[in-house]
Structures are given as C-alpha cells and as structure tokens.
C-alpha cells in the first residue's frame, strides 16, 4: 500500500538562530505546513520545502503568553491559531502579497519551457505570505487541545470545557460547555439514560472531529476514551451526548479517518485501539487493533511505552504510529503491518550494535501522503544554536521521510487488476516487465518461472506466453517510468494513475488534465494544446478501455461535470475526445467490459454502453446511458464510497448452466462502503428470464436487489471478466484484502458433472486465509497474489569518522522497494476440506495440476497442517491431517510430496505423519514399482532413521540394484556411500539425495562430460596430424582410494559383489556402451576385473551375434560395397588422399609393409620410446600409422580411384587445415579446392561417408579399445577393429598373440568366430568382405600359431599396482593402436615412458580421470 523510498532528508532553516521546532501542521491543502518553536511561528512551503515567512514572539510577550503548543489552520488556509501554554489562543492571518513570489525556477535559454501558461506562478515559485497576528484570546486555563471543525474552533481547556470558537466574530460566539453536564452511556438508544461523567476533575486530553460521523474522538485525562456527538445542529451542552468505549481505560491520543469512519485510540500500553460506530445503535463497536507481535519484535514488542502520536494518510489509507520511545510504524486502514522501524537495519548498525530509535515530537503528513515530515525529538534537543559559521543554514530538526504508494489508494477501480502499481511523486513503479514481450493479451495458460517466497529458483516451463508470470514475475527489478518533467512542474502533485489491460500504457493524473506513456515507444503525450490541460481537474480517476482512456472530470471553462473517452493513438486534444454532459460530479468510475460505471456525489451510480466508432482516421467511442441507481437510502455520506465495480459474481450458479451466454453479462454492482463490501444483484425473478424473444439490450435494464452485505473491514477487491472453463472455481471468485485479518476469497461451489445441485448446500463460500505479504494485485488463473515489500541497506559502514554520525546515512538505511510474491492455493484447499468440501477441494486442485508450483501447494498444506496438529498441546478432536493425506493420494505427486514434507519437518513428527500417510516401507516400495527411484532414495533416509540397520541395507539393496539396472549413476553413488554408512556405523549422517537425477547416460558415455574434448587448432599441434592422446590406461575414479583403505571390510565385499554382477550380466547380454558408462560413473575396476573374467564372462562366445550388437548400440552402419566395386574390391594400391590416421585402414597389410618410411621414423623419436618390444614388421607397421610431417606431400598425391575402399572426411580423419566441429564432415586441405571430383567418386566419397558411425560412438569404441587391449580381452578387441575396420589393430591383436604366450583356447576361439564373421559377411553382409580379404593373411598366420600349443600359466592376469613386463608391452600396445599420427614434437613424457608411475599411483590416477584428465584433441 505506502512504501518508504530512499533515506529521509532534512530540512536547512535559512534563519541565523532558529528555536528547535516542537510542533508541526500542514494546512488542508496541504500545500503549506506551519512549524511552532516555543516563541515562533514559520509558514513553510511544500514543494520546494522552503521557509516562506516566520513571527518571532517579542519577549515581554512571550512571558505573558508562555510557550507555544498547538498550532491549528482555519479550512480555507486563511488563518492560524496558535494555542499557548499559558491559556491564550493566538490568531494570526495570513494575507498573501499577491503576484509576489520568493522563488523562481530559472530554465536555460532556448528551453522549451513558456511562461505564459495559465496558473504559472502558482504551481511553480513559492508565493510571498505575511503573517500578521490579529487576535489573541484568553480562555484563563490551560488548553489541552484545538480541533478545527468547519466553520469554528474547538478547544478544550483542563478545567473541563469544551469551548466553540468562530474563525470570524470570535467573541459573541463564544460558548462554553461544561463537561460535566454532558451525558454518557454505552450506545445512544434512548431507553438508557446517560451517567454524567460526575468527577470535577476530568477534561479532554486528546480530541478530533470526524465529519462523517458528525460528532468528536474523545480521550480524556483519566485514560477513557468515547464518542461526543450533537444530536442536533444546535452545539449547547443540552444537545451532547457521549458514549463510551467500554474496554479502554488507558488511552493516549486519538485520530480518526473521516473515509472509513474509524477512530484510532493510542494506548499507554503500546497498542492501538481502533473502533467505529455502530450505525444501528450508535455505541462504539471495536474494529480491530495494532500492535507489534513478539513473533516479528521479540525484544522490543512490550518495552516501546504508551503511544504518542497517531496520524492518517491524506488518503485515509494508511495509519502512522509513533510511541513515546521512539520509532514509526505504519498500518493499512484494517491492521496490515507495513514498516516498523523498531526492528532490522531501522534498530541494528552493520555492525551489530544497537541504534537509538528516533523520538519524534510530532508528526503531519504531505500532499497526497508522498511525504511525512516529522520533529525529530533526538536531534532537536542537542542543536547547538552558536554554530561558529553564523551564515550557514542551521540543520533543522526536522526530517522529511519519502512514499511510495500503490495506485489502488486513490484509484481502487484501476481497470488491470493482475499489474502491480506504484506511484511515487516524480515515477511510477511497474511489474509488468518489457514491454516489447508483451504485445499479445494474456493467454489463460501461460506459466512460467516462479517459485514462492519461501525458496526462490527458476521452474522452466515450455509454454511461456506473451505476458505470462515470466513478466509478472520473472525478476524482482521494477520497471520506473519518469513522469514527464513538463506535465509535472505545473501538474504536481500525481493524483491519479491507470494501467491498461496488457500492461503497455500509463496514464497519470496531475492537479489538471492528464498525460499518458507508452511503454513500447517510450514516448509521453502530453496535451498540446496547455489551456485545454488546466482547464479540465480530473475528478473521479481514470481507466482504460482498449486503446481509449475513460476519465471522469470538471471542466472549469464550462462550470460542467463531464465523461470524457480520449483515444491513445490520436494526439492530446479535446477534438478528439468523445465528451459527454453527467449531472452531478463524479466521484469514481470504473469499466467492465463494455460498460462503464460512474459513481457520482448524488450517491447515485450510473451505468454507460461504451462502444468504438471507426470514423476517418481516427476511431472514436461513443457512449450511452444504460441504467440509473439511486444508493442514497444505503450510503450516509458519498465520502464513505471507497470503490465501485461492476462484476459477474452472482449467487446462483444454477443460472450459468442453463443459460451460459448470461455468464459474461454485468451481473451485479460491487461497493466498498467504508469497508463494508456491498453486493446489488440484479433481480431475475420478474419475467424478463423466460422471454426467449427479448431483445438483447433489454436485459441489460434488469432492476437490482436489495443491498447485501458480503464482508466488514474490506481494503480491496479484485475480480475478473475472463472466462476460462477449467479454472472456473479461481475466475468466477471474488477476492478480498482485509488488512490484519489476511485475505477472503467468495468461491463459487459448482455441483460435479452438472448433477442437480443439493439443495442444502450454498452456492458460494466466503473462506478466509492468512497471507505473509500485502496483495496488490491477484493473477487468477495461476494462484498467485503479487504484492511488494519494504527492503533496507545499511551503507553506515561508509561513514566511520565520529563527524560523520549524525549522518542520515548513519542513522537510518536505505529504504527499497521490491516485488514479491506468494501462492495461496493451499489455504483456500485446507479450507474446503476443514468444511467437509472435499470434492469442491478436488474440483479446484485439477483445474490447477499444471501449475509449475503445485507439488509445492500439496506439501505446504500437508506441511502446515502436520505442524499445526502434531505439535498441539491439547488433543485435537477432529484431525484434519488424515484428510488431507487422503486428498493428497488423489494425485500422482502423493509419494514426493509425503517424503519432501517429512524431510522438511523434525523427527519427533514422523511417527505422527506416518500414522496418516501409511508406512514407509509401503511407500518405498511403490516408488520402486512406479520406477521413482529418487523418491525412493529419499524414503530410504526415512527407514533409516525409523527402523533397524538390517531393514534399510535390504531396502537399499533392493534400490542400489535397481539404480544399476537404470543407469542412475547419480544415484548409485549416493547408494554407495549409502550402503558403507549403514555397514560402518555412519547412521548419524544420513546422505543427501540428489534432487535432480542426470538425464539417463544411454545416449553415450556421460563420463566425457568430465573430460575436456579440445576441438581447437592450437598453435603448437598446428603441424601435427590428428591426435586422440590418452594421459591414463585406464578411468577408475575414487573407488581405488574409497575401497583400499578399508578393503578388509565386508561391506565392500558386498558392494563389489553387487557391481561384479552387474558387470558380468552386461557383458554377457554384449552391452558394451553401458558397461562403459558404468565403469567410468561408478570408478568401477574394469581393467582388473576383466583379466579375472578373461576366460569367463570376458570371453566372446558368438562373434557374429556380438558384431551385430555393437553395430546396434552404437549406431554404427553396416558396410555396404559401392556398385562398380564388386568384382575388384582393391584393383591398385594408390591410396592417396589428405587424411589422417584411417587412410591406412583399409590397405592389404603388404601395401604399408613396403612403403617408404625412413624418414618418418627418423623424425618420429617419440615413437621408438613406445616401439621397444615388437617386431619389426609390426614396427614398419605402426610407423606408417604414425607419419610426421615430412611424409605429408606422399600422402597428397593424386585421388584415388574408383573401385578402392577408404575413408574420407570422417569426423575424426582431419588434418591440421580444418578447424573441425562435431558433426562438420568438410573436405580437408586447399588442395582438394583445386581437384574435380567425377560423379562416381562423389558417389563413392558419399557412400563411405554413409558407412561411418556418429563420432561419438567412434570415441567410445576406441576407448573400449584400449580397455580391453590392456585387459588382454582380445577377442573383444578383435571385434572392435572390425566395426571400425581398421587392420592395424587386428594387426596389432595378432601380433601380441605372436609376440606373447597367449592361451591357445583364445587363439582357436578368435580364429573359430573370424571364420564365422567371414561365412556370415559371405552369406549376408558383402560390405565387411573388403576388410576381410585384406586381414586374410593374419588369419593364416594366427592358424599356425593356434597350432602350437602355450603353457597356459605364462600369461598372467595384471595386478593394477605391480606393473609386470607383460602388462608394460600391452600398455605399450594400446599406445599404437590409439596414438596414430601422434605429434612427433610433442613431449613423449605422456606416453608409456612414464607408465609406471601411472600405475603406481593409480588411485590418484583414477580421481584425475574423474576430475577431467582423459584428454581427446582433435586439431
């Protein structure tokens, strides 16, 4: 509602030794404020806050006067009376020295800025006053207080009088009246008789007049507190008659706000006591009161002493309190704390340390309530009047505090109910985000990011509309709109202010005319024409409907109240605007739909047809009277009207059902009387209904009912014309701030499948629900009400010097304004349920599933309703937890929400939510049936704690296997440490689950997520062809260091045995790409474990079978053999294309055996390091596949031809001229520009393009590779170098079987499964026939070698921290098969030369792989 804004500033008094101030009061009008120091009197202006004139008392006069103590204005600002300590009034005239003015804005030449317009001087230049005192009167006792009431002046006197003063003839109309003779009682009923007061020594401490209530606050001095009215027009004490509040007896002070008809009374116990008038019997009925709770105070609550000061804002929206300790706290009308500055960065410094809170002596409140100004009672008892510097402006105690208010105070029927407005005295503050996004209307579906207040965080939600919650909600920035400098210096203050139905444009209203914004062209329009601007005073607010804006005002030329509809589009001026004549003035207006509705100063409410005219250029809208409703029987005085809206809220949903198209109609008037909300219906019971002939327009003229009274102490209301079938429960209420007491929503209860309606049961419900922040606006469809909050920083750190502290900077923080937030579906859903609506509930909580938050909804009321409940003193007789456990299971979310609340909430309740929910073990296992496994990890947490060891390892167990089976890794690992915290006594340290599971790793080897695949064209590799370097032999995580430390322990053994089964079951159904993606996630020893399972489960039982599955799950294409290549596969050997490593791939061994390779060798030394143990046709092999640079122009010679197999251009065959991106399959080399390739060798480029796999999956498998080659698996690795065929790695294969002692059961088993790939590729797949035939000799030659037998024990599995000669060869062997074209110049320190401190430290090794070591650099 009012928010503070920045830090509060103080005032400079220009005098040379000004008294320190005690009293301050600003005149009706607010434009001018009067200080009082004990002998003087100062009239400041307000904008700017300057010093216009001061009186200084002579001395011998103020000695016979006293001190000065209250100052009051007469009405029309033309006097001041003062009232003096020692029971004189003073009253002082202020005649104004007309066309003379003290201040002049000066404006730069050129400046645009005219002087002639009208009322110039006034708006801007403080005028010149003079203060002349003209009468002094002595009342001969002293005066407690002065109470302007229209025309006379009302002072009590602490001898117990009332007496009634005129402004003018002040002496023959002076009447006194004794209290003692004025009756009291309880109510004004005529059959109790009033008691007089009866003590000689009672008289009024405190008093205000309250027009609207026609009689005066009272608070006397023994603390009671009542009501004086006249009962008749004539003021003699015969005619006043008091009554009393009964409950109060300690009171302070009193304020009362004339709109809502409340009188505040301040307690001297810190509280606040507001009361109204009961208009049937006229006793004084309590409302509700304020007072800090020790909840949000708990240091301060009770110890702030009586209250001092109450004041309301000019708009009677907002009440400011003060106590005798100090500190400001400001209230909505009905009790809805806003600022305290009792607590926070208000009382606290930076540091920690407590700040004195400001005492304030007295208090007013300025134009439009965007000011507060205050005596500061700190500093204006230790200003040093002798400063030394005479000339300087003194620093005045008095400080004046800055606000931000909503536009719903003084606009309540603002036409866009789902946009927060701020409007301060210079800017307006919006929610509604960039306007670019939101050039559409809303779209009921729109969702997006939110999270409530409690725990702030992104929801991505696909269907993002164009002003969805993204714009409403997405950020907690306001979006400030400057208020056109121009329109503002002649307009000020802001009065009025109206969004529009997008959220696009802004309209504000100033003291004249008006001027509106466009947030998407960020252009003011203002009025071109300036007499036409003052010539209109707006006075009953302004709406928007579509493009036009719809303003109720005055017309001071024509003396004329009018409607007016100005067209946005068109440019500022009455020629364009659609004026119409209304008979009396316009208090508020309001538009729904097509109507407009106007209420008036006659109490009378007047409904207009508003319709667009496309005429010309510009379109207009024309109106016509609808209806006419005379309130005046209902409404006391037109005042009390705080808004009027026309709605379709009715009571009778029947009606909806049968005759649908009526739904969208006005169907009834909405009126906030003084915080009663009103309800006029229309009365369908005539025949009108039935006449199915009827024209249209007719119905529309359907009298009202009777009023009804729907609820008391009502802020705001907010309702909606959208329709939306599903959400009909939120669309069709009616919602209701109601300050302290939260808020109310008037939900329409709807029969289920359109049965019969019972008759029993009520067609609407009025439910009430607390909410944490103030509502300003309600998005309907997604539950949310949007509101704002006061922020503070403190920046007194900034200021350390001892000089500095009495800076404001110091002594207060900076006050900001945010946007805030808050759902309270979950309110409104306990509440039904409370009443038995269970199915209603079910109705609404389906129409809002596909809100982003609505799992949060579920287990906040669950939530709530288990704190609530199980930590109750007493028993409770009807528990809802139960309930709402049963509502919850309605809903697939049942089993998170149960164990997100349980985790949220403390042990000691579990057993309680349990006993309703159902037991955990039940619970867990049907996440596991409904494959929910995170869910069930979190129960696991629950049985834990709840149950034996034994039963959360069986649970954990069950679940660790299950993960496994999925591909969890996340949460493998989890179930891991899971599995060892049971087994090792760590049940004190529950782990944390991962809330949000890594998407399942079938796509590809997760683990290289870790690694850095560098796709760069560096410098330094810049001549080398391409590299894949491994830095490791073998990924094996943290598992290396978690499991040696504690190996002896029987855990582990259980959790390997569980992963070894795992492992052997893939390998056994040939899932190489899970098995991969297992080991690397879980740090799983799949070198080690594989020699174990070399002759087991490691062994390749059917290679065709086996082929056609890694073919399968790694998407990688079958060969296929082009059409002109089928007789000859390899008519010649000229295999010269740009490529890298696999150009040699498809090469009969005796081609790259005679090659030319001297010279590659002498420049390669790097390879002699990992070269030692081999053979020398295996060396001339692998150096071939390692050519340096020297050798590049052999590889460039002329294309190949048409009939030979190879590969061109894949992913990974790039040479150091590409810079190459996953997936760019471009042709390498300039040379390759200069070269025309015929159709048939496009055709062959294409087809063997087409016989490559994803690069992905080429990574994998090399990886694989390299595994099982260190595993000594090589039948597996013979398969591998298939699927890729390449024959250097076959070659490889059959040159560690002749190298090493090799079992000759592995011989005979690779040679059986290459015969029957061969017979297979025969008979069903030609393409692998090619490749086939090249490694034909090795098949041969691995046939002899099948025949001499092996002593079996020769070959023994690798131990991974004793690195045997055996396992360094094979090291050295993968190092072939992976570093092809590695760069010679590089350092060879990455290769097998530092293999055995690799191994040695291989658990650091391990977490090195974790980390991101295994580096694939493609350059």
Not at 128 to 139: C, G, I, Q, T, Y
Not at 1030 to 1042: A, E, N, Q, V
Request: with cysteine; net charge negative.
């Amino acid at each position: 509602m009012y928010f503070l804004s920045g830090w509060p500033k103080r005032l400079l008094c220009p005098l040379e030794s000004p008294e320190r101030p005690l009293h301050i009061r600003t005149d009706p009008q607010r434009a001018f404020f009067a200080v009082l120091a004990p002998s003087q009197l100062s009239v400041w202006y307000c904008r700017p806050s300057v010093l216009i004139v001061s009186y200084k008392e002579l001395s011998k006069a103020a000695s016979q006067f006293g001190p000065y103590k209250q100052a009051e204005w007469r009405p029309d600002s033309t006097m001041i009376a003062v009232s003096t300590a020692n029971g004189y009034i003073l009253f002082f005239e202020i005649p104004s020295a007309r066309d003379k003015y003290l201040y002049e804005p000066m404006y730069p030449k050129g400046s645009p800025h005219l002087k002639g317009t009208p009322h110039y001087k006034e708006e801007q230049c403080a005028p010149s006053l003079n203060l002349e005192m003209k009468k002094v009167l002595d009342l001969q006792a002293s005066i407690t207080s002065l109470q302007s009431m229209l025309e006379d002046l009302l002072v009590a006197t602490a001898d117990g009088f009332l007496h009634l003063v005129h402004w003018d003839g002040m002496t023959n109309g002076r009447k006194a009246i004794n209290l003692c003779t004025v009756p009291f009682s309880v109510d004004l009923q005529s059959s109790r008789a009033g008691s007089f007061l009866g003590f000689e020594d009672v008289y009024i401490r405190d008093m205000e007049y309250c027009a609207t209530l026609d009689g005066f606050a009272v608070v006397f001095n023994d603390g009671r507190v009542g009501f004086i009215t006249p009962m008749s027009s004539r003021f003699t004490a015969e005619q006043l008659h008091g009554v009393w509040a009964q409950d109060v007896i300690d009171g302070t002070c009193v304020a009362v706000n004339n709109k809502y008809r409340l009188m505040a009374f301040g307690c001297a116990n810190g509280s606040v006591q507001v009361y109204t008038i009961d208009t049937t019997t006229g006793a004084m009925q309590f409302s509700h009161k304020l007072e800090l709770t020790p909840k949000q105070y708990p240091d301060i609550w009770n110890k702030t002493g009586p209250v001092k000061l109450i004041r309301w804002s000019p708009d009677s929206c907002v009440v400011m309190v003060t106590w005798e300790c100090g500190g400001l706290s400001l209230w909505s009308v009905f009790g809805a704390q806003l600022i305290c500055t009792l607590g926070g960065d208000f009382a606290y410094q930076s540091d920690g340390t407590k700040k004195d809170p400001l005492k304030i002596s007295s208090m007013t409140w300025g134009s439009e309530g965007y000011h507060l100004w205050v005596i500061d009672g700190n500093s204006s008892q230790n200003t040093k009047p002798d400063r030394d510097a005479k000339n300087e402006p003194q620093q005045f105690g008095i400080l004046q505090f800055h606000f931000i208010k909503s536009a719903l105070t003084v606009n309540p029927c603002m036409s866009n109910q789902e946009q927060v407005l701020l409007q301060g005295e210079d800017r307006l503050y919006l929610n509604c985000g960039d306007a670019t996004q939101t050039q559409n209307p809303r779209n009921t579906s729109a969702h997006s990011e939110h999270k409530p207040t409690r725990e702030r965080g992104p929801f991505s939600d696909g269907n993002l509309d164009s002003q969805g919650l993204s714009t409403l909600l997405g950020h907690r920035h306001w979006h400030v709109v400057q208020i056109h400098s121009t329109y503002l210096e002649s307009n000020w203050p802001i009065r009025f202010s109206a969004i529009d139905k997008l959220g696009q444009n802004v309209a504000v209203v100033g003291k004249f005319g008006f001027a509106h914004y466009s947030l998407l062209t960020k252009k003011w329009k203002l009025f071109g024409n300036i007499t036409q601007e003052q010539n209109m005073i707006v006075t009953g607010g302004l709406a928007w409907w579509n493009d036009f804006i719809v303003l109720g005002c005055y017309n001071l030329n024509d003396h004329q109240e009018e409607l007016r509809i100005y067209l946005r589009t068109s440019n500022l001026d009455n020629a364009f605007a659609h004026i119409t004549k209304v008979q009396a003035n316009t208090l508020l207006l309001s538009v729904f739909r097509d109507i407009v509705i106007l209420f008036r100063a006659d109490c009378s409410i007047c409904l207009y047809s508003i319709e667009r005219r496309p005429e010309g250029l510009n379109p207009t809208a024309s109106v016509q009277v609808l209806q006419e409703v005379s309130m005046s029987r209902y409404i006391p005085h037109p005042f009390l009207v705080v808004s009027v809206t026309l709605t379709s809220v009715r009571t009778e949903t029947g009606i909806s059902l049968k005759m649908p198209q009526q739904a969208c109609e006005a169907e009834s008037i909405m009126l906030n009387l003084a915080g009663q909300l009103i309800m006029l219906q229309r009365d369908r019971s005539g025949p009108q209904i039935r006449d199915k002939d009827n024209n249209p327009n007719q119905r529309k003229h359907l009298p009202f009912c009777a009023p009804v009274v729907l609820a008391q102490s009502v802020e705001n209301v907010w309702t909606t014309c959208r329709i939306n079938k599903q959400k009909r429960h939120l669309l069709e209420a009616l919602w209701l701030s109601c300050g302290g007491a939260g808020m109310k929503v008037w939900l329409p209860l709807f029969p289920r499948d359109h049965r019969k309606p019972h008759s029993f049961l009520s067609r609407r419900i009025m439910l009430p629900f607390h909410i944490n922040i103030y509502p300003l606006a309600v998005l309907f469809e997604d539950a949310l009400v949007l509101g704002a909050v006061n922020d503070t920083v403190l920046y007194d750190c900034l200021y350390t010097q001892t000089s500095a502290r009495e800076h404001l900077e110091v002594l207060f923080p900076f006050s900001i304004v945010e946007r805030t937030s808050q759902i309270y579906l979950h309110h409104i859903l306990r509440q039904l349920l409370v009443r038995n609506l269970g199915e209603q509930a079910l109705l609404l909580a389906h129409s809002c599933a596909t809100l982003p938050y609505f799992p949060h909804v579920l287990e906040l009321m669950l939530h709530e309703v288990l704190e609530e409940e199980a930590t109750s003193r007493e028993p409770i007789p009807d528990p809802l937890l139960p309930t709402v456990a049963k509502f919850i299971t309605e809903f697939p979310l049942f089993l998170q929400t149960v164990v997100h609340c349980a985790r949220k909430t403390e042990y000691a309740l579990w057993n309680y939510l349990f006993a309703a929910v159902g037991n955990p073990k039940d619970l867990f296992e049907e996440c596991l049936m409904a494959q929910d496994l995170d869910t069930a990890a979190s129960y696991l947490i629950i049985l834990q704690n709840m149950e034996v060891p034994a039963v959360s390892r069986q649970h954990a167990t069950l679940l660790f296997n299950t993960a496994l089976e999925q591909g969890k890794w996340d949460l493998c690992r989890h179930m891991i440490r899971f599995l060892k915290a049971i087994g090792s006594g760590e049940t004190e340290t529950p782990p944390a689950t991962p809330t949000t599971q890594e998407p399942s790793s079938s796509s590809g080897f997760e683990f290289f997520r870790h690694r850095s695949i560098s796709l760069s064209q560096s410098a330094e590799n810049l001549h080398s062809k391409f590299n894949l370097t491994k830095t490791l032999s073998m990924p094996s995580g943290p598992s290396g260091k978690r499991w040696s430390k504690d190996s002896d322990c029987a855990e582990n053994m259980y959790i390997d045995m569980m992963l070894w089964r795992h492992a052997r079951r893939l390998l056994e159904e040939i899932k190489l790409k899970d098995l991969g993606c297992f080991a690397a996630q879980l740090g799983f020893e799949l070198i080690g474990w594989l020699c174990k399972e070399r002759a087991r489960a490691a062994r390749v039982e059917d290679f065709v079978f086996a082929l056609k599955k890694l073919h399968k799950d790694f998407l990688w294409p079958f060969p296929v053999i082009p059409a002109s290549s089928i007789n000859s596969p390899f008519k010649n050997g000229k295999y010269k294309t740009a490529m890298g490593e696999q150009l040699l791939k498809s090469q009969s061994a005796d081609t790259f055996v005679n090659m030319e390779v001297d010279t590659g060798v002498s420049s390669t030394p790097r390879s002699r390091s990992w070269l030692g143990t081999i053979g020398s046709s295996q060396r001339e092999i692998d150096t071939a596949s390692s050519h340096g640079p020297h050798m590049q122009d052999a590889f460039l010679s002329p294309l190949l031809s048409k009939g030979d197999e190879c590969s061109i251009g894949s992913a990974t065959d790039l040479t150091e001229t590409s810079s190459m991106v996953d997936g760019d399959w471009t042709m390498v080399d300039e040379n390759f520009s200069s070269l025309s390739l015929t159709q048939s060798e496009l055709e062959h480029i294409s087809l063997e393009l087409a016989s490559k796999g994803p690069h992905k999956s080429q990574v994998q498998l090399r990886y694989l590779l390299h595994i099982f080659m260190e595993a000594g698996c090589l039948d597996w690795c013979i398969i591998i170098g298939l699927i890729l065929r390449e024959s250097s790695v076959i070659n490889q294969v059959f040159s560690v079987m002749q190298s090493s002692d090799i079992d000759g059961e592995i011989c005979q088993n690779i040679k059986a499964g290459l015969y029957a790939v061969d017979k297979w590729a025969s008979t069903d797949c030609p393409g692998y026939k090619p490749f086939l035939n090249i490694i034909k000799p090795q098949i041969q030659k691995l046939s002899e070698i099948a025949e001499e037998q092996v002593q079996p024990e020769a070959f023994q599995p690798v131990n991974p921290s004793k690195v045997t000669e055996q396992a360094n060869t094979r090291v050295e062997e993968s190092r072939t098969l992976i570093s092809h074209g590695t760069n010679p110049q590089s350092d060879a320190g990455n290769s097998s030369a530092s293999r055995h401190e690799e191994d040695k430290s291989k658990t650091e090794d391990e977490d090195s792989f974790q980390e991101g070591s295994y580096d694939c650099i493609v350059s």
